[in-house]
């Protein structure tokens, strides 16, 4: 009586591999320019919530977000680090990842509940030459997606291609 794959396994097959799909252009004022894949949507209820301050973007497992910002000010590892303590208590992991040449730092935050749901967040940040800039990525992980590896893999895979394809303005000065 079999009749097709069960909603988890489409559901699975929507996470095989990471495509691009449709792309859109965004910028955070003049220091960065950013393209969004269709994996993320543009979210106006939450970015107007901001007051448009920046941009924040929905995942297609319809939990996690992303916001992205881009600032002039001065700003270092420890004080992004502290930063982030202060915000969530506490930093889980620390890592860094090289992309076209730039160090991109990553703090994890530890879990969380909201609305029901469970969460930790990820930062994504890399400086200016003289830490006069900040260019900045975070990502509320829904812990669910991020217990199944294939899932995590596409989130993994579509952040890589929103910062390889990132144009940094002022990272010189």
């Known amino acids: 009586d079999y009749i097709g794959p069960t909603a988890i396994e489409k559901e699975r097959e929507a996470y095989k591999s990471f495509e691009a799909g449709e792309v859109k252009p ?10 969004i894949p269709s994996a993320w949507t543009f979210d106006s209820q939450r970015t107007a919530a901001v007051g448009n301050q920046y941009n924040i973007f929905q995942f297609k497992d ?6 992205i910002k881009a600032y002039e ?9 502290q930063s982030a303590i202060s915000s969530f208590g506490a930093i889980k992991k620390e890592s860094k990842k090289t992309i076209k040449g730039k160090v991109w730092y990553v703090l994890n935050t530890p ?27 975070q ?9 199944d ?16 394809n990132m144009t940094l303005n002022n990272v010189d000065k």
């Open 139 to 147: 990502a509320y992980v829904y812990n669910e997606t991020d217990k």
């Open 26 to 35: 965004y910028q955070a004022g003049n220091l960065i320019k950013y393209v």
């Open 149 to 164: 590896s294939v899932k995590r893999k596409y989130f993994d895979d579509s952040v890589k291609y929103i910062l390889e």
């Open 62 to 67: 319809k939990y996690s977000l992303l916001e």
């Open 73 to 81: 000010g001065k700003c270092t590892y420890e004080g992004m680090k």
């Open 111 to 137: 879990d969380y509940s909201s609305g029901g749901y469970s969460y930790h967040n990820e930062l994504y940040f890399t400086m200016s030459a003289n830490n006069n800039y900040i260019y900045y990525v």
